[in-house]
């Protein structure tokens, strides 16, 4: 009886697998009316999670399957969105905003979150290669005749607690790194221009009015002051509304 069980599990994970493949979609980025290449734009996946920065060329490449939605943002433009159909070059064409500021956003940290994530993933090489699942499908089959066999490594690291722990250590990763995303748009820098708070009542504020990491994603550097100018107000009104309270001890 387990032995059917364990046979069932193997031939669902397997059909999973041939209903749901990624391929290699590549693409480039435009503006939309002058029809140049725009650079360091951020390219993210809503299924997966992922997310990167194209080339100088304007150019990138990623994973995705039918149905995923891709999103792009750049500083100073709307954002665009595209859904993989069966093609494999998709075009972003990205709209500047119509209203204009001067840069006043000032980046806090050295290193940009694109950077810390890759440095993260280099430094914990192994956990990531461990807790991702992939394919679990070989060809070629065990005998060398063809067809599709099933690979014992893949489903040990789906199966395993060492599998599941390396997930759990990149989710952590991924956390962090969209927390980086939101304080390297959301500085002190910015917060102290627009408000003028600055020691504890600007990390009192900044704590408690922290906005969320798709709200940074899409949003331009108008969008972004106007949110501290409102909080702001709000904040003037009411400075414990969003308060942690403090830990007590047993």
Same mark, same amino acid.
């Given at each position: 009886? !387990?032995?059917?069980?364990?046979?069932?599990?193997?031939?669902?994970?397997?059909?999973?697998?041939?209903?749901?493949?990624?391929?290699?979609?590549?693409?480039?980025?435009?503006?939309?009316?002058?029809?140049?290449?725009? &650079?360091?734009?951020?390219?993210?996946? &809503?299924?997966?999670?992922?997310?990167?920065?194209?080339? =100088?060329?304007?150019?990138?490449? /990623?994973?995705?399957?039918?149905?995923?939605?891709?999103?792009?943002?750049?500083?100073?433009?709307?954002?665009? /969105?595209?859904?993989?159909? *069966?093609? *494999?070059?998709?075009?972003?064409?990205?709209?500047?905003?119509?209203?204009?500021? $001067?840069?006043?956003?000032?980046?806090?940290?050295?290193? =940009?979150?694109?950077?810390?994530?890759?440095?993260? $993933?280099?430094?914990?090489? #192994?956990?990531?290669? !461990?807790? =991702?699942? !992939?394919?679990?499908?070989? /060809?070629?089959?065990?005998?060398?005749?063809?067809?599709?066999?099933?690979? +014992?490594?893949?489903?040990? #690291? %789906?199966?395993? @607690?060492?599998?599941?722990?390396?997930?759990?250590?990149?989710?952590?990763?991924?956390?962090?790194?969209?927390?980086?995303? +939101?304080?390297? @748009?959301? &500085?002190?820098?910015?917060?102290?221009?627009?408000?003028?708070?600055?020691?504890?009542?600007? @990390?009192?504020?900044?704590? $408690?009015? !922290?906005?969320?990491?798709?709200? +940074? %994603?899409?949003?331009?550097?108008?969008?972004?002051?106007?949110?501290?100018?409102?909080?702001?107000?709000?904040?003037?009104?009411?400075?414990?509304?969003?308060? %942690?309270?403090?830990?007590?001890?047993?």
């Amino acid at each position: 009886m !387990k032995k059917i069980i364990y046979i069932s599990l193997l031939l669902f994970i397997a059909g999973s697998g041939l209903h749901a493949q990624d391929k290699t979609v590549q693409g480039i980025v435009f503006d939309m009316n002058s029809k140049q290449r725009l &650079t360091r734009v951020y390219i993210y996946n &809503t299924r997966t999670g992922d997310g990167f920065y194209n080339t =100088t060329k304007g150019e990138f490449k /990623t994973n995705a399957r039918e149905g995923d939605v891709l999103v792009a943002a750049l500083q100073g433009y709307g954002v665009d /969105t595209i859904s993989i159909r *069966s093609e *494999s070059t998709v075009l972003f064409y990205l709209k500047r905003n119509s209203i204009q500021l $001067q840069e006043v956003v000032v980046r806090d940290s050295v290193q =940009t979150p694109a950077d810390q994530l890759k440095a993260k $993933q280099e430094e914990f090489n #192994t956990a990531y290669s !461990k807790g =991702t699942v !992939k394919d679990v499908l070989t /060809t070629g089959g065990s005998n060398g005749g063809g067809g599709a066999g099933l690979s +014992i490594n893949a489903l040990y #690291t %789906l199966l395993s @607690r060492e599998g599941r722990n390396a997930r759990l250590l990149q989710k952590i990763i991924e956390r962090d790194y969209r927390d980086a995303m +939101i304080d390297y @748009r959301f &500085t002190n820098t910015l917060i102290n221009r627009v408000t003028g708070l600055n020691g504890d009542k600007l @990390r009192d504020y900044k704590q $408690q009015y !922290k906005p969320g990491y798709y709200f +940074i %994603l899409e949003a331009n550097d108008y969008d972004l002051i106007e949110y501290i100018r409102k909080s702001y107000q709000s904040y003037l009104e009411n400075p414990a509304a969003y308060r %942690l309270e403090p830990l007590k001890g047993n």
